[in-house]
Every structure is written in C-alpha cells, then in structure tokens.
C-alpha cells in the first residue's frame, strides 16, 4: 500500500478536489478494515475454504485485490466509487498480511521444536 498511497493521495486531491478534512475522512473510512484484523484471522483458522486453511484465502484475496486495482486504473471515476474499491483493497490487502503473519508462526513454531 505504501507505494500506492501517493497515486492515492494526488487522486484525492487532483482528481476529485477534496479539502484535507474529507480526505481525512476517507482515508479512515478506508483502513478500517485494518482495526477488525483479528476477525481475520480467527476467520482463516476456523474456516477452511476448499480444504485449505489459508493457501485458498490468500489465491482469492489476492486475485480480487489485483482485480480491484484494474478496476481502480480502468473503471472507477467517481469519489464514492473509488472509496468503497479502496475499502475492499484494504479487506484484500489486511486479509493477506494476517495469512502472511500466521504462516511466520506457524514456520518459527516448528523451527522451535
């Protein structure tokens, strides 16, 4: 995200002239799915999608992420629009980030052995 977060921001400001306080506004709008990050993981570890606990998870997430920043380059012109790709990102991004960080457990648990 770190990379995008400047196309992000003259987005704001260029495309859609937001003051600073609408953009403060979207932009927490936009990482709240960063907050509920435990649900996240509790979701991959309970339950499994096509046998997998997270390998399914982290093909799906990534697959629509990289889809939604197509749509992002493609199709999206409005502020809404781009907000709620944005929200969805972020659901894709904080999903892979808690699979990446449960499978450094899982590796430095077995390694601890």
Known sequence: MGLSDLAISYLYKDDFKMSPAEVA?????ISFPWVVKPLWGVMTDTMPFFG??????LIMFGMFGFLLWQSMAKYISTKYMAFFALFLINICIAFCNVIGEALIVEISQKKAK
């Not at 506004?25 to 709008?29: E, P, V």
């Not at 997998?52 to 998870?57: A, L, T």
Request: charged share 25%.
């Open 52 to 57: 997998y606990r997270r390998k399914s998870y």
């Open 25 to 29: 506004i979207a932009s927490s709008f």
